[in-house]
């Protein structure tokens, strides 16, 4: 049960009183505030008799993949305004679908040059001008070795990837679409 909530406030506790409290930091911090609410009334933290808070997390698998035609111009500047699900059930072996995707925006070559601080600027320019990008987005299943832990103010992620075989699966079939569309050269940050 919570009684009042204290926060702080420019150097002063403030104290809050509701009839019902809703936390909503964050999967990961969420978890954290409970399990650190420990004490003698709640031995394991607020709401956690189950001792499931912060256990089985779970994180989704994220891929950028930039098409590529060296022959075709796109000067769009921001081109975040597509997406489909039209993969998420498409694979039947999929428990929980493939993944969404979705438009990432217009990558530029200051953006590139974050992966690739090797490449000439001329090179940099001449990519961000003649390609698509997408951000392919995969749901991870519960795993019970993958969590939240705490250790007075440090937060430590535990993360397995169970569905890390099936996202790289949905990221070389949207590839292979995208080939199929015209793109020669699929450049991708899949794991």
């Known amino acids: 049960r919570i009684r009042p909530v204290e926060y702080l406030h420019k150097g002063s506790v403030q104290t809050v009183r509701a009839a019902q409290v809703v936390l909503a930091a964050g999967a990961v911090n969420s978890a954290a505030i409970l399990l650190r609410s420990a004490d003698g009334n709640a031995p394991h933290g607020i709401a956690n008799r189950s001792r499931q808070v912060g256990r089985n997390l779970m994180v989704h698998h994220c891929t950028a993949i930039v098409a590529v035609d060296p022959f075709t111009r796109n000067d769009a500047t921001y081109q975040k305004t597509i997406s489909s699900n039209d993969y998420y059930f498409a694979d039947i072996d999929a428990p929980r679908g ?26 940099l320019r001449l990519l961000s001008s003649r390609s698509i990008d997408w951000f392919a987005v995969s749901e991870d299943l519960p795993n019970a070795e993958s969590g939240v832990l705490v250790d007075g103010m440090t937060i430590t992620l535990e993360w397995r990837r169970p569905n890390a075989i099936l996202h790289r699966r949905f990221v070389s079939t949207v590839s292979q679409h995208l080939r199929e569309a015209g793109y020669p050269i699929i450049l991708t940050s899949v794991r």
């Open 98 to 123: 493939a993944g969404h995707l979705q438009a990432l925006g217009k990558i530029t070559p200051i953006k590139i040059r974050a992966f690739a601080k090797w490449a000439p600027e001329l090179a």
